[in-house]
């Protein structure tokens, strides 16, 4: 059964850090990756999606890394801004799955303290 | 623009009664799909729907209901049978999981169910 793990739960930075957010399922066998970000009683909005072929992809000053054979990805944010405070959610799309369903680790809440 | 509308944002429910969530797209995505966000837990599916007329279990289908008429449309019913129904209801769509070569996940603004 694929398990997503995301650490830490939570995170605090000062403005203009650089950071990495972590992001491990159990088993290897995926169709693609997905970053998500939450605000405070809002939807998903989806940042980058890394296909099982991939190593990367990037938008921005995000760069979402992708090894299947460990079973990680992590997200970078660079120079992070006070705006940049929200929850990160990891997902996966299983290979088993014929479905489109995603399996969602629970997510680590960033603070970017100005 | 594209994407994804759920309405209402809140809604209130007494014991005994049934709801329904609603969810549309203009994305012209074949597939949509309902999970649920409890504090503390990630994202589970409800119900999934990869083409009209046609609709599946998730993870956690008792005590809902949901039902997909039209291609943009998928609304969900909680039902009086759903003992825990306070939660936050995320609606998401897709492309087809078969014929897309990307198939990115997209969602909606959500809807807050308490009940009172």
């Known amino acids: 059964k694929q398990e997503v793990t995301q650490i830490p739960a939570a995170l605090s930075v000062p403005e203009g850090e650089n950071l990495v957010l972590n992001c491990s399922f159990t088993?290897?066998?995926?169709?693609?990756l997905q970053w998500f970000r939450q605000d405070p009683g809002k939807g998903l909005t989806s940042l980058l999606l890394?296909?099982?072929?991939?190593r990367e992809q990037t938008s921005g000053r995000l760069n979402a890394s992708l090894d299947k054979s460990s079973g990680r990805s992590t997200l970078y944010i660079a120079a992070s801004q006070p705006g940049d405070s929200a929850t990160y959610l990891c997902?996966?799309?299983?290979?088993?799955?014929?479905?489109?369903?995603?399996?969602f680790g629970q997510g680590t809440t960033l603070q970017v303290k100005p | 623009d594209g994407g994804i509308t759920q309405s209402p944002k809140y809604l209130f429910r007494k014991e005994g009664q049934n709801v329904t969530l609603s969810c549309e797209q203009n994305?012209?995505?074949?597939?949509m799909y309902w999970y649920r966000q409890d504090p503390g837990q990630g994202l589970r599916l409800i119900y999934y729907?990869?083409?009209?007329?046609?609709?599946q279990k998730g993870d956690i289908a008792e005590g809902y209901s949901v039902s997909r008429e039209k291609k943009e449309s998928f609304p969900l019913t909680v039902t009086s049978a759903q003992k825990n129904p306070t939660a936050f209801y995320l609606c998401?769509?897709?492309?087809?999981?078969?014929?897309?070569?990307?198939?990115?996940?997209?969602f909606g603004q959500g809807t807050r169910l308490t009940v009172v």
């Open positions: 998401a769509s897709t492309p087809s999981y078969v014929t897309a070569t990307s198939v990115e996940a997209f």
């Open positions: 088993d290897s066998a995926i169709y693609n």
């Open positions: 890394i296909q099982s072929s991939q």
């Open positions: 997902a996966v799309r299983p290979w088993s799955s014929n479905t489109g369903k995603l399996i």
């Open positions: 994305l012209n995505h074949d597939a």
């Open positions: 729907s990869q083409i009209v007329n046609d609709f």
